[in-house]
Each structure stands twice: as C-alpha cells, then as structure tokens.
C-alpha cells in the first residue's frame, strides 16, 4: 500500500511539473535540422530575463512590435548585424529580402519562427546569432524587421486583426523624416496592456 501510495505521488509530481513547463515555456526547434534549440545554454547572460523575453518565451509572441520606441534599437541591431547580407532596409543582399511578404522559411511568418532562425541559423550563408545578441535585443530586431514589412498585410500571421488594421508599409523617407524623431523620444518598455 504505502509503494502504490509513493508511485502515485511521484507520478503527480512528475505530472504537475511536466504541465507546468509545458504550459510556461514554448519549444524553440533549429530552422535548419528541426532539434531543440538550447536557449538558456547558449544564450547570452544579459537580457534573459526581462518582461518582454518571460512573455516571449510563454507565447511566442513579440510584445515589442508595437512598442515605437523600441524600433530605433531594433534598427541598429540590424544594421550592425544584419544589413550587411539583407540590405540597409531589408531589401536583400546576399541573402534574402526580409521587408517583404515573402519567406524562404514559412516558419518566419510568425515571431516564433523568426527568432528561431535569427537565434539558430538557417541553412545556407544565414549564421546563427543566438550567441551574439542578447533574448531582448533579438525581440527588439524583430520588431524592426515587422516594422520593415512594405507588402499588403492581410495574410501576415505576427499581426492581430487589430494591429492589422492600423499598420502602415514602411517608407523610408517617412520613418527618417517623422517616425524615427518620434520614436525616439519614447521609451523602449513592455507594453502595460
């Protein structure tokens, strides 16, 4: 009685755990070959564990894609680990365009998919960066890299029908003349709703 006793309580614990870091954590799978990915392993030490990375790492979703103030970080992260090989605006260079609605990777439709990438690498010429810059500043990328999006929207899957809605293409003149000024006299925080 008592080992029919301890078997079930170590098979709820081990139950309860389980669930628990099912339900907190998403799983992050290599572009490339599909494994694990090994964030907490390889991960830079800075920027772990900050609100918007916690959400992030829950739902997948980018909280920092509408958080304006974030975009000018975003955009020097690209520019210095990025523009080299996809353009000053996402064009494409070597590699492929990031500012439009197409993708070599389907995967990269959502901001799962793309941090999974950045963080990974792909196949071919595209390096896994997972090491060279930090959960957060990663997150504050991708929002850059939404923000690039010059196509129609309707399809795009990182969007909710709302911010579907009031998104605008990217213009570079606009974003140098106007929102850049603006943005950058807004913090870069996790959004409060």
């Known amino acids: 009685m008592k080992f029919a006793l301890l078997v079930s309580a170590l098979t709820f ?10 339900a907190a954590e998403q799983v992050f799978r290599s572009t490339a070959t599909d494994e694990i990915l090994d964030v907490d392993g390889t991960a830079r030490r800075g920027g772990r564990n900050t609100p918007a990375v916690k959400k992030f790492r829950e739902t997948g979703v980018d909280a920092y894609v509408e958080v304006a103030g974030c975009l000018p970080l975003g955009e020097a992260i690209f520019v210095e680990s990025c523009s080299g090989c996809h353009g000053a605006v996402g064009e494409g260079k070597i590699g492929p365009a990031l500012n439009d609605s197409v993708w070599i990777y389907s995967k990269n439709k959502t901001d799962k998919g793309i941090f999974e990438t950045i963080f990974g690498g792909a196949k071919g010429l595209m390096a896994a960066h997972g090491q060279d810059i930090e959960l957060d500043d ?9 923000h690039l999006q010059k196509d129609d929207v309707t399809n795009a899957e990182w969007l909710t029908a709302e911010q579907k809605k009031t998104f605008k293409s990217f213009d570079v003149r606009r974003w140098k003349e106007t929102e ?9 925080a996790f959004p409060s709703k």
């Not at 990663?138 to 939404?146: D, E, F, G, Q, S």
């Not at 850049?180 to 870069?188: D, G, I, S």
Request: hydrophobic content about 55%; charged content about 20%.
């Open 13 to 22: 614990t081990a139950l309860s755990v389980l669930a628990q870091t099912a």
């Open 138 to 146: 990663l997150l504050k990328l991708i929002a850059w890299l939404r």
């Open 180 to 188: 850049r000024p603006a943005a950058e006299k807004q913090q870069c």
